[in-house]
């Protein structure tokens, strides 16, 4: 029981880390059917800065909690003015082209940004120093730390603020409305590049946070470490219905269940066969299966005929 008791707490983890990233993707594709490949490399930026920052703050003295702080704060910048630049100078540019040439080039943006992030911070994995605090608790026979307390409430206000900023701003009216139909949402006066960059920025934002907690609950980070990640997102974000905000946080959670449970239990329903360094499979399987049998996915948005 408390082997299942961990294994369903740390699915919720991963499974929250999924969910905010794959916002970033269902975001983009809500209102430009574009899958955004280079958002996993976001993640990793956002990491990658975190880290850096946190490094010279520990260098200058700062108490952890500000330090923390302005980690956060300048991978959420730096990780908005990324994602502004991918928008207007990598998607724009490609918005009306064929649907094949905006997707070769965000998979060019990702490996551009993953060279990058070798070139400035090496090959070797970076360690995240430990300004989080360390303590740890035990719930209904689980080992919980402060980094996953930290990380699940972290996620569950993140999905609250984009819910209520989706469904009752301005902004998020004319997010909608884009993805109802760019060419009458633009007749309504609505500035359809603003709005497509405010939701870049968005998406960053919040890949830049997912980054930060996941280097964090790790320990380390890595150029790679957003490649995978990202697919994984990405298979979230199908699994719950690609474009539909509920459907990625769903997708999310029920992915790192799937992952974290089969992880747990493979060794044993396979006789040993198996063991848990083959976690990976069980995602890109539930993709499969998901593209097979229900594309839509489990809250598949209405199919919308564009204007």
């Known amino acids: 029981m408390d082997i299942l008791a961990q294994q369903i707490l740390n699915g919720l983890v991963l499974g929250s880390i999924y969910a905010v990233v794959a916002l970033g993707y269902t975001m983009v594709y809500g209102i430009l059917e574009l899958i955004n490949f280079a958002h996993g490399e976001v993640t990793m930026m ?9 490094g010279l703050g520990l260098a200058a003295g700062l108490p952890a909690l500000p330090l923390i702080v302005l980690a956060m704060l300048a991978a959420i910048a730096a990780c908005m003015l990324l ?45 995240f120093p430990p300004v989080f605090p360390q303590g740890e608790h035990r719930i209904l026979g689980a080992h919980v730390t402060d980094v996953q307390i930290i990380i699940l409430i972290t996620t569950v206000l993140l999905m609250l603020a984009l819910t209520l ?3 009752h701003t301005r902004l998020g009216r004319a997010m ?9 949402a633009q007749l309504m006066g609505v500035n359809v ?13 919040l890949a830049a946070v997912a980054g930060v907690l996941v280097a964090a609950n790790y320990g380390q980070a890595q150029y790679y470490m957003g490649f995978l990640l990202g697919l994984k997102a990405f298979s979230a974000a199908v699994l719950g219905g690609i474009g539909n905000i509920a459907g990625a946080m769903l997708g999310g959670l029920l992915l790192g269940l799937i992952e974290s449970l089969g992880a747990g239990y493979i060794g ?3 006789g040993g066969f198996l063991g848990s360094n083959y976690q990976d499979v069980f995602a890109f399987f539930v993709l499969i299966l998901v593209l097979v049998f229900r594309p839509s996915g489990l809250l598949g948005e209405r199919v919308v005929e564009r204007a």
């Open 46 to 54: 956002g990491a990658m800065v975190a880290i850096s920052v946190i």
């Open 83 to 127: 994602g502004l630049g991918i928008e207007r100078f990598a998607y724009r540019p490609l918005r009306r082209a064929p649907r094949l040439a905006p997707l070769i080039t965000a998979i060019g943006m990702s490996i551009l940004l993953q060279n990058i992030a070798m070139m400035i911070w090496g090959k070797q994995y970076i360690p």
């Open 165 to 167: 900023l989706v469904k």
């Open 176 to 184: 909608r409305a884009i993805a109802q139909s760019q060419p009458v």
């Open 193 to 205: 590049n603003a709005v497509v960059a405010a939701t870049f920025a968005i998406g960053s934002a």
């Open 268 to 270: 044993q329903l396979t």
